[in-house]
């Protein structure tokens, strides 16, 4: 059973952990050609949540654009050669880079979902080409009322607040986005976060998974609550 053998693996790290499963079709023929029934390879691991990074960031822009795969957006699968190649930022002032697609809109960090605000309206780019369809992107969307747009690098110019977020850090404030000083870091009121050692997690009430299953006619939602609680391998 995945789910016991996932909380024996957290067990053992005695304290806060992150797990991490892996699910693969196993062996098979050579090329890329799957066996009409392959053995799933599921690995599961789990170690102590590191010591987190909540300092406001500098943000600029990857040289190279993420590869657009519409029928695969939204999964987190192994082959993530764009991030590869973005993690490593060319400048040493910058602590992270957007990836944009072909057409210069932002998609995504290296790691993490990307959120901005104009006036009163939050923003994050919609999970079309790249990206993925995390459960703390659906939370976030949902707390913060949040429309799916995409963004031009020019309409960067225009945010007042912007953050990273993924399951294990949900909000990176960032200070300096393209070189333009951004002057609010602290989380939307919102948001009801905990500090968790040295970064932020959602406080975890059966109100937050409620707010993403009361639409049942939005996919999005209704994709994460099914992540949440487990009912999609």
């Not at 790290?13 to 029934?37: D, F, H, W």
């Not at 987190?76 to 602590?95: F, H, S």
Request: glycine share 8%; aromatic share 6%; net charge positive.
């Amino acid at each position: 059973d995945l789910l016991a053998r996932l909380n024996a693996a957290a067990r053992c790290t005695g304290g806060v952990s992150v797990a991490k499963i892996l699910i693969t079709a196993g062996c098979g023929p050579r090329g890329y050609v799957r066996s009409e029934n392959p053995a799933l390879t599921i690995r599961v691991w789990a170690n102590l949540l590191p010591k987190l990074n909540s300092a406001p960031l500098s943000v600029g822009i990857a040289a190279h654009p993420i590869s657009a795969m519409p029928y695969l957006a939204g999964l987190k699968t192994l082959n993530r050669l764009d991030q590869v190649l973005a993690a490593n930022p060319v400048r040493q002032d910058i602590d992270e880079q957007l990836l944009t697609d072909h057409q210069n809109r932002v998609v995504c960090a290296t790691n993490s979902n990307f959120f901005w605000r104009e006036g009163e309206q939050w923003f994050t780019p919609p999970i079309t080409e790249g990206g993925i369809e995390g459960t703390r992107r659906a939370l976030w969307i949902c707390r913060l009322g949040a429309r799916q747009q995409h963004a031009a690098l020019g309409r960067l110019a225009l945010a007042e607040q912007a953050f990273l977020c993924n399951a294990v850090n949900v909000y990176r404030p960032i200070a300096h986005l393209q070189g333009r000083a951004l002057t609010e870091a602290s989380p939307p009121q919102s948001a009801a976060l905990v500090a968790v050692n040295g970064g932020y997690q959602f406080h975890e009430t059966a109100a937050s998974f409620d707010c993403l299953h009361a639409d049942a006619d939005n996919h999005l939602k209704q994709n994460c609550w099914s992540k949440i609680r487990g009912m999609n391998p």
